[in-house]
T-cell receptor, first 113, second 112 residues
Framework: GDSVTQMEGPVTLSEEAFLTINCTYT??????LFWYVQYPGEGLQLLLK?????DKGSNKGFEATYRKETTSFHLEKGSVQVSDSAVYFC????????????FGAGTRLTVKP | NAGVTQTPKFRVLKTGQSMTLLCAQD?????MYWYRQDPGMGLRLIHY???????AKGEVPDGYNVSRLKKQNFLLGLESAAPSQTSVYFC???????????FGQGTRLTVV
């Protein structure tokens, strides 16, 4: 079935470092792809999304490009801040079928000053 | 706007007790979901609904029941709680297929 695999954490970076969190997916057709962020004690918030191949989602300095050829949707940010410390989830929503959202295991990011 | 609201936020149950978690959304969304979040396992779908009066099983439905009598509400029930159901439960809703889901703040449930 459709699934998402994202890099295991935790990831610890210094402020202003470059961030990459890898995400690959397995799906038939062209699913919609998402990155969600979860701050401590809170629910998941949508960070960015892409709905078709070669689309780039961006928000708050984060970017991810929908790569059909490599079935990937890696999250990147050029300069992280302490306030970016959170758990990041990659997710996909397949076309048709149950259409429920499939999540990766999550990657915990800690940014140190 | 309230968005997706879950009640309660915290609960401790004894093994064998029952309870109902309530999810309410004010966005007129058709789709609603219940997930559980466990360390290192991401979110797993328990049950979902594609409209008022409909429900369906997700990935981990055993031990849970749901109802969607009104479009804005989605209830998750535990008939006889077990320690394995200790988790954080999230409700979500979305307007149509292929769109993002909007999440509630979560309910932390501990079964002792």
């Amino acid at each position: 079935g459709d699934s998402v695999t994202q890099m295991e954490g935790p990831v610890t970076l210094s402020e202003e470092a470059f961030l990459t969190i890898n995400c690959t997916y397995t799906a038939t057709g062209y699913p919609s792809l998402f990155w969600y962020v979860q701050y401590p004690g809170e629910g998941l918030q949508l960070l960015l999304k892409a709905t078709k191949a070669d689309d780039k989602g961006s928000n708050k300095g984060f970017e991810a490009t929908y790569r059909k050829e490599t079935t990937s949707f890696h999250l990147e940010k050029g300069s992280v801040q302490v306030s970016d410390s959170a758990v990041y989830f990659c997710a996909l929503r397949p076309l048709g079928g149950n259409n429920d959202m499939r999540f990766g295991a999550g990657t915990r990011l800690t940014v140190k000053p | 706007n309230a968005g997706v609201t879950q009640t309660p936020k915290f609960r401790v149950l004894k093994t064998g007790q029952s309870m109902t978690l309530l999810c309410a959304q004010d966005m007129n969304h058709e789709y609603m979901y219940w997930y559980r979040q466990d360390p290192g396992m991401g979110l797993r779908l328990i049950h979902y609904s594609v409209g008022e009066g409909t429900t369906a099983k997700g990935e981990v439905p055993d031990g849970y029941n749901v109802s969607r009598l009104k479009k804005q509400n989605f209830l998750l029930g535990l008939e006889s709680a077990a320690p394995s159901q200790t988790s954080v439960y999230f409700c979500a809703s979305s307007p149509t297929q292929g769109t993002e889901a909007f999440f509630g703040q979560g309910t932390r449930l501990t079964v002792v």
